[in-house]
């Protein structure tokens, strides 16, 4: 019964999954021209190859040689392992397809999809392959020929051939392939890190999808009462919408939980002296990823404490977003957001007044209730290429920040301040007398149950600002009304099913004494 009160979400429509996500701007030229219908494959190739030789401008002739992953079975078993593609590859090709290899011969400008040779024997339990006319039809590429064609072809070329690694679905061909070359990856990574209209359609695609899951997890609290239960939820609409693989493993976490920032273990049970949830996840669309996160009350009503931080959080992605547009620099928009979390925590006395703010700052303390960086590039990963991040910073503030670059026009990016009271992060502060003077322990005993807060929005860049993908609100008041709607639809459907239950024994009991009369 209690998947009728899903219906809060709309209806999945069957034409959904068959139709472009979401007319883009560019919708009138899809029925003037087939090519721009197609994942822009070669614009992508060309693109790739013009970067690759900004660093090795000699290579004007060179080609560029990519495996896609393949099927792999677990050892002793006939079953094969999850299959992602090579993100790399489906760049330049936009093709699913395991065991296809692709070639892009950057002096000609031709690009070439070879698929997997037809294995005859497993037509009958796989059905027939796509012909070679298909894929011709539906890939923006010059030819299509068969992997069995490879080493004939890479043989033949002259000039250099550049390739990610030599991996087992490309050993074959290793000696006419140079692996790893830097000007390689900075080609690639380039390309990637502006998203045209086309990639921008299905992350705004996928973002949509998203919005829905996570507006089904806030309604259905009433059925809840396990992280698993979160998860499900999320990954049921998701499902529904024929998202089938999430970008990320989600992150379904309750109470102290919430201060795990990867946490997915997502299978502690959620009694009512547990408050807060937070739910990091988001769809996939044909390999392009959405990365959503919101916090809520499980039973609607925020706690002081709770709504406290997430009203600090919220400011921190208010005041970062304004800041957004092209040519900032996203450490000064990363570091703006502690000092958010320093002023914020000043009102609350979690630091003590008496302290000034830039004093505070200064002794990076804020990095162990944030310890993560204000966001990274979204793309076909969640994580995407060129963020040109340094692990190795010794700054804390910056050492987890994955974008330190200027921000520009078609990159796609996600905003995601947090604050955490993590006993791990805190506990070496607590017992240095040289940090922990900075805080008030009493204010701060009185948050620990709340766990963390992050707030997660994924943002085109455009020419003035940004645009923002992600639709589900992220008012605590909204929030709080979705999650009552819930609980309430959910009682109401209770009520009727009582009725209906009481009802149909009422009309069972008249009739089974009707009949004992007539005997
Ligand atoms: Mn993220």
């Known amino acids: 019964m209690q998947h009728r009160c899903r219906a809060a979400v709309p209806a999945y429509t069957p034409c959904m999954r068959h139709r472009l996500p979401e007319p883009p701007r560019f919708f009138h030229l899809l029925h003037c021209h087939q090519m721009v219908s197609k994942y822009p494959a070669k614009e992508h190739a060309r693109r790739a190859f013009a970067h690759f030789l900004e660093k090795l401008p000699e290579e004007s002739q060179s080609a560029f040689f990519i495996s ?113 070359d830097y000007a390689f990856f900075h080609g690639l990574d380039e390309a990637r890190l502006i998203k045209d ?23 259905a609290t009433a059925i809840e009462t396990n992280e698993t239960h979160i998860h499900a939820e999320f990954m049921y609409h998701a499902l529904r919408e024929g998202s089938k693989y999430q970008s990320y493993d989600p992150i379904c976490c309750s109470g102290p939980n919430c201060s795990t920032l990867h946490y997915v273990k997502n299978d502690d049970e959620i009694p009512e002296t547990k408050h807060s949830i937070l739910i990091d996840a988001g769809a996939e669309w044909e390999c392009y990823a959405s990365d959503v996160t919101r916090c809520f009350p499980i039973n609607g009503d925020w706690t002081v404490e709770h709504l406290n931080i997430y009203r600090a959080v919220l400011r921190m992605q208010q005041v970062t977003m304004s800041m957004i547009r092209p040519g900032a620099l996203w450490d000064d928009i990363h570091l703006r957001a502690h000092e958010i979390l320093i002023e914020e925590f000043l009102k609350l006395g979690i630091f003590k007044s008496k302290y000034s703010k830039q004093e505070i700052y200064e002794s990076r303390i804020s990095a162990r209730f944030f310890p993560h960086g204000l966001g990274h590039l979204l793309g076909m990963d969640t994580h995407d290429v060129g963020g040109r991040p340094n692990y190795e910073d010794p700054d804390p503030y910056l050492q987890y920040l994955r974008l330190r670059r200027k921000l520009q026009k078609g990159m796609v990016l996600t905003d995601e301040p947090g604050i955490y009271f993590s006993p791990f992060l805190l506990e070496d502060v607590l017992k240095d007398e040289k940090k922990a003077k900075y805080i008030d322990h009493n204010v701060l005993d009185k948050y620990w149950y709340v766990g963390g807060v992050r707030i997660e929005d994924d943002l085109v860049i455009t020419a003035n600002g940004f645009e923002n993908l992600t639709g589900i609100t992220s008012d605590p008041a909204e929030i709080s009304e979705i999650v009552k709607k819930g609980l309430n639809k959910n009682k109401k459907c209770c009520k009727l099913g009582a009725k209906t239950v009481t009802a149909a024994v009422a009309v069972f009991v008249a009739g089974y004494l009707f009949r004992a009369w007539r005997r």
Not at 159 to 168: A, P, S
Not at 204 to 215: P, S
Request: aromatic share 14%; hydrophobic share 30%; charged share 25%.
């Open 68 to 180: 896609g992953e393949n099927y792999e079975l677990w050892p002793y078993c006939d079953q094969s392992k999850p299959i992602r593609q090579n993100r790399y590859f489906y760049y330049i090709t936009g093709c699913n397809i395991p065991g296809s290899h692709v070639f892009y011969d950057g002096g000609n400008d031709k690009l070439t999809l070879y698929l997997p040779d037809v294995d005859e024997e497993d037509i009958m339990w796989s059905g027939l392959p796509v012909s070679r006319d298909e894929a011709a039809a539906k890939y923006d590429v010059d030819e299509v020929k068969f992997a069995h064609e490879v080493s004939a072809d890479l043989k033949a070329f002259s000039y250099k051939i550049y390739t990610t690694d030599v991996n087992q679905w490309n050993k074959n061909f290793e000696s006419h392939l140079i692996e790893k």
């Open 197 to 219: 209209d086309y990639e921008i359609a299905l992350m705004r695609h996928a973002a949509k999808i998203t919005d829905k899951c996570h507006h089904g997890v806030m309604s």
